[in-house]
């Protein structure tokens, strides 16, 4: 059984923490929170506040990292380089250039494994998704659409300030809600050659990072790709994820997938497991992220979702930040 810490007791280890305790694979045997009321969130394991001792001390063999933006370069390299293989919370970086960081850090640890937690890759929806336009049944991909229309209240802001600080954060709605729809519309878009973006706040929050992003993209297979992220909508509505072929389209919505053929007859195909609670639109898939991360290092496989994988959606936000402030067509080979 695999020993497994976290560092980070903030919001997202709450759904980390469960999936841990319930798998058959691994054993939480440490936390780690430089905030020391935190200490009894899981109270029958050693709490640490300095995850450089925590290191030290305890035998591990995974640690998940579910920190701020800003720390996860720091705390990934400082697993890595004691041999503790890592699932780090998304996004990879604060932007494309950390991002380089860690891809440097994977090359140079090659024997160990990073595991980013993009779980959207793992929802029920998706994977049949690619499934049918990898099958070639419906024609080549003309277009994909990704809307991200969610909202985040000041409070949001106001109790954990470093999500509204560019320099903590690397950013708003792009890195901190809307990465996870950039990463699956270039798995399905493959390579991007231009992008087309603008960002702003709507919102008069007085934090300088972005509420609102568009972007056109244009992929070198000649697919066109439309992405709209805001978190100034009423309510945190559905992810809507859209994949436009020549014989038909795919659509996820309200966590559902539904498949439109030529003469606009729609067929439910398949629905996502939800989280209860508010929270469904997280969705449900980190437990078979982290499960399979866990099966990679039993056996010692490579079918996680790399650092090198990840650096794709981090080169996209930058695209689009700077297409924003230049007002020009960025092209992504800059970023490469």
């Not at 991909?141 to 300030?161: A, C, Q």
């Not at 008069?204 to 509420?211: K, N, S, W």
């Not at 439109?260 to 996502?272: L, Q, S």
């Not at 010692?300 to 930058?318: F, G, L, N, P, R």
Request: proline share 3%; glycine share 6%; net charge negative.
């Amino acid at each position: 059984m695999l020993k497994v810490a976290i560092i980070g007791l903030g919001d997202i280890s709450k759904i980390h923490i469960p999936a841990i305790q319930d798998s058959e694979k691994a054993e939480l045997v440490a936390t780690c929170d430089i905030d020391e009321s935190l200490k009894d969130t899981v109270p029958e394991v050693p709490f640490y506040t300095d995850y450089e001792e925590m290191l030290e001390k305890e035998s591990l063999d995974c640690v998940h990292i579910c920190l701020p933006h800003h720390l996860h370069y720091p705390a990934t390299k400082a697993c890595v380089e004691k041999g503790v293989h890592v699932i780090q919370e998304k996004p990879l970086a604060r932007n494309a250039e950390e991002g380089m960081f860690l891809t440097e850090l994977e090359e140079k640890y090659n024997d160990v494994k990073i595991c980013i937690s993009f779980q959207n890759r793992f929802n029920e929806t998706f994977i049949k998704l690619k499934e049918l336009v990898d099958s070639g049944e419906y024609g080549k991909v003309k277009g994909i659409k990704g809307l991200v229309t969610w909202f985040r209240p000041k409070s949001y802001y106001d109790e954990k300030p470093w999500r509204g600080t560019f320099r903590q954060s690397g950013g708003g709605v792009m890195i901190n809600q809307a990465i996870h729809t950039l990463d699956l519309m270039q798995l399905i878009g493959g390579e991007i050659d231009t992008i087309r973006g603008s960002i702003d706040n709507l919102f008069e929050y007085g934090y300088d990072v972005e509420d609102t992003a568009t972007a056109n993209i244009q992929f070198n297979n000649g697919a066109t790709g439309l992405f709209f992220a805001t978190v100034t909508n009423a309510t945190n509505s559905s992810v809507e994820f859209q994949v436009l072929l020549e014989k038909g389209k795919l659509t996820i919505k309200d966590s559902i997938l539904t498949k439109t053929n030529e003469e606009g007859k729609k067929e439910r195909v398949i629905e996502d497991e939800k989280l209860p609670g508010k929270k469904f639109y997280y969705g449900a898939s980190h437990d078979k992220l982290i499960n399979h991360f866990y099966s990679c290092i039993e056996n010692d496989t490579d079918d996680y979702i790399h650092v090198k994988d990840a650096q794709t959606s981090m080169e996209m936000i930058s695209a689009i930040r700077r297409s924003s402030e230049i007002k020009q067509t960025i092209k992504m080979e800059v970023y490469k």
